[in-house]
């Protein structure tokens, strides 16, 4: 059964480092997405991706944070300057549509922990 | 603004017994809900989810859901619970016009015991 990959499983940095979080999203999905949960707390949507552009993003999703399709099967994430409350557990997602009834395939994630 | 609201962050039933895991929504337009579950070191696996056709939607591993507009609820149930049912579960909104952005809530996390 295809399913999304995500790598590293988890990624230790220090503060102010860049990161870059891939994904492979299942191979006939045009639509990709982050989320995010920080422990304890709720998944949080990032931003959603088609057609190689940002579809929409959340007020988390600020100027040290950008998304890639840098090939026709990977999909990054990139925080330019992390800090110490980027540290989370980073989703990726995929769709094959953009209707809100469209079923979102998750990756197991990958834990992000800055020091 | 959509919001989802899980009550109870730990829910611990007995083998056998069964699990009502609640969700409320907040909507000013006809939400799309969805359940998903989260296993340990997983990723979010969709369980069911309601698309304003039937109400009681089933699901996999013989959960379902029933939607309530009057309750504005859709909380998830399994007449007998299993061992293997221990996890997260998460309920999620989207809607029209927001690109496919799910919403969640908290989440509950459900215990077995024998």
């Known amino acids: 059964e295809p399913e999304v990959t995500q790598t590293p499983s988890h990624q230790v940095t220090q503060m102010g480092q860049e990161v870059i979080l891939r994904c492979v999203p299942i191979?006939?999905?045009?639509?990709f997405y982050w989320y995010r949960q920080i422990l304890g707390q709720k998944v949080e949507f990032l931003v959603s991706?088609?057609?190689?552009?940002?579809?929409?993003k959340s007020e988390i999703f600020d100027d040290q944070f950008s998304v890639e399709r840098p090939d026709g099967s990977n999909f990054t994430l990139k925080i330019r300057s992390t800090k110490l409350e980027d540290s989370a557990m980073y989703f990726c997602?995929?769709?094959?549509?953009?209707?809100?009834?469209?079923?979102?395939?998750f990756g197991p994630g990958t834990r992000l922990t800055v020091l | 603004a959509q919001s989802v609201t899980q009550l109870g962050s730990h829910v611990s039933v007995s083998e056998g017994a069964l699990v009502l895991l609640r969700c409320n929504y907040s909507s000013s337009v006809p939400p799309y809900l969805f359940w998903y579950v989260q296993y340990p070191n997983q990723g979010l696996q969709l369980l069911l989810k309601?698309?304003?056709?039937?109400?009681l939607v089933k699901g996999i591993n013989g959960f379902e859901a029933e939607f309530k507009k009057s309750e504005t609820s859709f909380h998830l149930t399994k007449p007998s619970a299993h061992m293997s049912d221990a996890a997260e579960y998460f309920c999620a909104v989207s809607f029209s016009g927001g690109y496919n952005k799910l919403i969640f809530g908290a989440g509950t996390r459900l215990a077995v015991h024998p």
């Open positions: 191979s006939n999905h045009l639509y």
């Open positions: 997602a995929s769709s094959e549509g953009l209707a809100p009834y469209n079923e979102q395939f």
């Open positions: 309601y698309t304003s056709a039937a109400t």
């Open positions: 991706f088609y057609n190689n552009e940002i579809s929409e």
